[in-house]
C-alpha cells in the first residue's frame, strides 16, 4: 500500500443504483446533482458506482471515510430517508442487496478487508423507492427528496469538517442526469 502524501482523510461519495429502474437510481441521480451543482476539497472523491459491484472495490479501499448513497427496499413509507453506520450494515439491521444475485456493500468491505483496507467508517444514506419500475426517471416522490438527502450529505460532511461549496449560478449546469431531468 502506497502513503499518500496528505494527512486529511479521503472521503468517498458513492451513489449507485440502477438509473433504468426509475427509483433504483436515485444514488446514481444524486451523485451527478453533487458533481453539476458543488464543488470539494480535493480529499472528497466522487463516485457513480451504478451497478458495478466488485468492481467497487477499488474506490471503497482508498476511503478513508464512506458515504454510500443507495435506496433501500424497506416497509418504510416511500422518500423515507434513513441513515445507518458501519455498525448497523454489519449488524445486519438493514438488506444492502436490491436482489440476490448482486453483491452487496458488506461483500464488497469484506473484499477490502482481505488487502488490510477498508473505510475506518462508512455511513450508507438512503431513501425508500416508491418504484423499481423500468424507466428511466425518479418518481416525483424521490425527486422531492433530493433536497433532504443533500441537507443530510451537508450535515454528515461538517461532521468531518468538510463543506459543500456550490457552484456559482453562472457556472451552474442544470439539475440534469445523463438521461435526462430529474
Known amino acids: 500500500m502506497t502513503q499518500r502524501k496528505s494527512l486529511e482523510p479521503v ?14 437510481g436515485f444514488g ?11 464543488q470539494f476539497p480535493d480529499n472528497v472523491l466522487l463516485h457513480d458506482g451504478g451497478t458495478a459491484g466488485i468492481m467497487l472495490s477499488s474506490f471503497v479501499e482508498q476511503c478513508d471515510i464512506l458515504l454510500v448513497v443507495d435506496v ?29 444475485h448482486q453483491i452487496g456493500l458488506l461483500e464488497i468491505i469484506d473484499i477490502g478487508g482481505l488487502s488490510g483496507r477498508t473505510p475506518e467508517f462508512i455511513e450508507l444514506l438512503s431513501v425508500t423507492p416508491e418504484s423499481l419500475e423500468t424507466g428511466l426517471e425518479l418518481t416525483p416522490t424521490l ?5 433532504d438527502m443533500l441537507e443530510l450529505l451537508k450535515t454528515r460532511l461538517n461532521h468531518y469538517q468538510i463543506n459543500m461549496i456550490p457552484i456559482s449560478t453562472s457556472q451552474s449546469v442544470p439539475l440534469t442526469s445523463p438521461l435526462g431531468s430529474i
Open 28 to 38: 446514481v441521480h444524486f451523485v451527478n446533482l453533487l458533481q453539476q451543482q458543488y
Open 11 to 24: 472521503i468517498g461519495i458513492l451513489g449507485v443504483g440502477n438509473i433504468l429502474l426509475s427509483d433504483e
Open 143 to 147: 425527486s422531492a427528496r433530493m433536497t
Open 72 to 100: 433501500i427496499d424497506c416497509d418504510d413509507a416511500p422518500g423515507t430517508i434513513h441513515h445507518h453506520n458501519k455498525e448497523d450494515l454489519q449488524a445486519g439491521v438493514i438488506q444492502t442487496r436490491m436482489s440476490p
